[in-house]
């Protein structure tokens, strides 16, 4: 049997991101950054190494939105095209020199390390009483945008998979739905 992606709810997703929100405007620097790297995490429907080693660099503003350049899996680069929305989002940090990472370390020279991710997100994930992990963002992100009507293929190229097969693993079926009901 196959495993079911895991997702979160739209209104889990919500609830998270307001409780970092209520820390960031109490004027948390942490819970900016967190709110930016959860956000961010969902709206990119990246994994979490790639998260990690975004450098302002890697992101382009453009005339409509911009794009944000990611080193894959075996080190494979991909663009992403993003919302101008998004690129604020990211841009709500300070942007730093070229090479700066967009989440440095406080504790060591270079950027967070995927596990303070994964602990920042859990933390997050408890005040909210939410289960929340990095790669649990990127199976949200399939999910919400294929229930918005993204095809398949646009949304294999999104998050870097050379099989389709492999993104459909990403993406939990809506019980409700069924392709059927498209036809009439």
């Known amino acids: ?31 900016a950054r967190d709110y930016v790297m959860v956000r961010g995490s969902y709206l990119l429907g990246c994994r979490v190494s790639e998260l990690c080693r975004l450098c302002w660099q890697d992101i382009e503003r453009l ?7 990611l080193l894959g899996k075996r080190n494979k680069p991909r663009t992403i095209r993003v919302s ?10 300070g942007r730093g020199e070229p090479g700066d990472w967009l989440f440095p370390s406080n504790k060591r020279n270079g950027p967070l390390t995927r596990q303070a991710v994964a602990a ?18 990127r199976h949200t992100h399939a999910t919400h ?15 870097g998979h050379s099989s389709s097969a492999t993104t459909g693993h990403y993406v939990a079926a809506n019980p409700e739905d069924s392709s059927s009901l498209w036809l009439g």
């Open 1 to 31: 049997m196959p495993k079911l992606a895991k997702s979160l709810s739209e209104s889990d997703l919500t609830t998270v991101l307001g409780v970092i929100s209520a820390k960031k405007l109490k004027g948390s620097t942490i819970a």
């Open 84 to 93: 101008s929305a998004t690129l604020e989002l990211f841009e709500s940090l």
């Open 63 to 69: 005339e409509e939105g911009g794009n944000i350049r």
């Open 120 to 137: 920042r997100m859990a933390m997050w994930g408890r005040e909210a009483n939410v289960r929340l992990y990095p790669h649990r963002c």
């Open 145 to 159: 945008v294929i229930r918005r009507g993204v095809d398949v293929f646009t949304l294999q190229s999104t998050l």
